[in-house]
């Protein structure tokens, strides 16, 4: 962050000085947890429903901050914020506090007044931001945006999904004025959500990925998911440019709704930045010639799927707009890493068994992804394929047949077992008897530790596991159990490579 007086952060906020000196610096970090405060920090008092930070005031300065963003009074240098007026709290702070008298939505719109500050301060010089959003793979696009621009200027993203509304003030709060580059990832649960994000960190850039079914039980349809998610491309200003998906007709159509510039990326022979000749490796790796208006150039991605091609040259896209050459975007997409755990994660053990660890969240566009490329990876190699598949969540009505859908799926693409956790998946189960699948091919199993106990007992060498559920399901513990050592007993049959 800049750096700010205490007096000049409460006017930002519109707070009042407790104990604390006027003149004091914020010198340090922004932070909600005292175990990362840094000297000359600012720790952010959230209440929530287990802990409250106001509580935690004393030990916080203790590690090094001057002072507390804070809803009351505390034994400690604070800035006290006046609670919301009626009407005033955007009801996504208000469920990610978990507080019941909206303090945490209070100390939240404080947070979001000083980012929207320091951002507007460090857009005056030479910052640029850059937002994108989508119904899948924001995370994994955002990670290969920050990988292009890092050899241009500082650049700061987030880690992992940080992409609420604390994780975007306070991602944008590590930005300073050496930042050149502020990358922000933007979620949205219901109308007016991703408008509001754009409003603490104003994008010059915007990228819209794709429109699809996640959230749909909350939003109402697809067209009603593709209404908020162009809110970003509304927020972008003149002199700004939308990037957009032209393979996805209601992200395309999203062109009519912004007074920025359009560059189009995708496969289609019309986009601007687009791929051709995508093929696949044997590990499902993404090989293909990048065509842009000013060059081409050869990728060969080192992610695995084919569904990173869009998700690069949305990314490709935007480093070309912040002056890199087609050769360089190559390059650089060429040599980029997993940044964000449990996406397309992929482990194999000392006994050949392949472990696909996309168990972050799932979705049925990015769980139809994670199968293709599944199928991808042990087509024509003699190894045996696993989807181990939990519930989709948050797709309203459409549930059920969501499910049976990518039941079948799992057949059509010859995939050789399909594991089920939980009654709330069993359509995927049936969709897959539906479809053909018939004996042992299919099981549906009532949690996590049955799933585990079903692998243990029948993977075999060679095998590849695709682990995939919305996070909810918790399958993350199916993937990780999978990777830990066994216990084994003392005879002499004892297992030599992991698990039988």
Do not use: C
Request: charged share 20%; glycine share 10%; proline share 5%.
């Amino acid at each position: 962050m800049i750096v700010l007086s205490l007096a000049e952060i409460a006017d930002v906020v519109g707070g009042r000085l407790h104990h604390a000196d006027p003149g004091t610096q914020v010198t340090g970090s922004v932070e909600f947890d005292t175990r990362k405060l840094t000297p000359g920090g600012l720790f952010v008092a959230l209440p929530g429903e287990k802990v409250d930070g106001h509580d935690f005031a004393a030990q916080a300065v203790e590690a090094g901050a001057v002072a507390v963003l804070a809803a009351r009074e505390v034994d400690a240098p604070a800035i006290v914020v006046p609670p919301l007026a009626a009407g005033e709290a955007h009801e996504r702070s208000v469920a990610l506090t978990g507080d019941k008298d909206g303090s945490g939505a209070a100390v939240l719109a404080a947070l979001a007044k000083l980012a929207r500050f320091v951002v507007q301060r460090l857009a005056e010089g030479n910052l640029t931001v850059v937002g994108v959003t989508g119904s899948s793979g924001k995370t994994s696009t955002k990670d290969l945006i920050a990988q292009l621009l890092e050899p241009l200027g500082p650049t700061v993203a987030p880690p992992g999904s940080f992409n609420n509304e604390l994780g975007h003030p306070w991602t944008a709060l590590r930005a300073d004025a050496e930042t050149r580059h502020l990358v922000l990832e933007l979620s949205a649960r219901g109308p007016g959500h991703i408008a509001h994000l754009a409003e603490i960190a104003p994008p010059r850039i915007g990228a819209v990925l794709n429109v699809g079914s996640a959230h749909v039980g909350e939003f109402g349809s697809r067209e009603g998911i593709a209404k908020t998610k162009g809110e970003l491309v509304e927020a972008l200003p003149e002199d700004g440019v939308a990037v957009l998906n032209l393979d996805d007709p209601l992200v395309a159509a999203m062109a009519s709704r912004t007074k920025a510039r359009v560059v189009f990326f995708g496969e289609s022979a019309s986009a601007q930045v687009r791929a051709e000749n995508i093929t696949l490796d044997d590990q499902a790796r993404a090989s293909f010639r990048l065509v842009t208006p000013v060059g081409e150039a050869d990728v060969t991605l080192p992610l695995h799927g084919e569904h990173h091609v869009s998700n690069a040259l949305a990314a490709a896209a935007i480093a070309l707009e912040l002056g890199s050459s087609p050769n360089e975007v190559a390059e650089r997409l060429s040599a980029v890493q997993r940044r964000s755990a449990r996406r397309m994660e992929v482990v194999t053990r000392e006994d050949g068994v392949t472990i696909l660890n996309d168990s972050f969240n799932a979705n049925p566009e990015s769980m139809r992804a994670g199968l293709k490329a599944l199928a991808a990876m042990t087509r024509d190699s003699g190894r045996r394929s696993w989807a181990v598949l939990g519930v989709m969540g948050e797709l309203g009505a459409d549930a059920i047949t969501a499910h049976d859908e990518i039941g079948r799926l799992v057949v059509r693409l010859n995939i050789a077992k399909l594991v089920v956790i939980g009654p709330e998946a069993a359509a995927m189960h049936q969709g897959a008897h539906q479809e053909g699948s018939w004996g042992e091919e299919s099981a549906l199993v009532p949690d996590v530790e049955a799933a585990i106990a079903l692998l243990h007992d029948q993977l075999r060498p060679g095998d590849v596991v695709l682990v995939k559920a919305s996070k909810a399901a918790g399958l993350w513990r199916v993937a990780e159990a999978l990777l830990e050592p066994r216990e084994t007993d003392n005879s002499e049959n004892r297992s030599n490579g992991g698990d039988a």
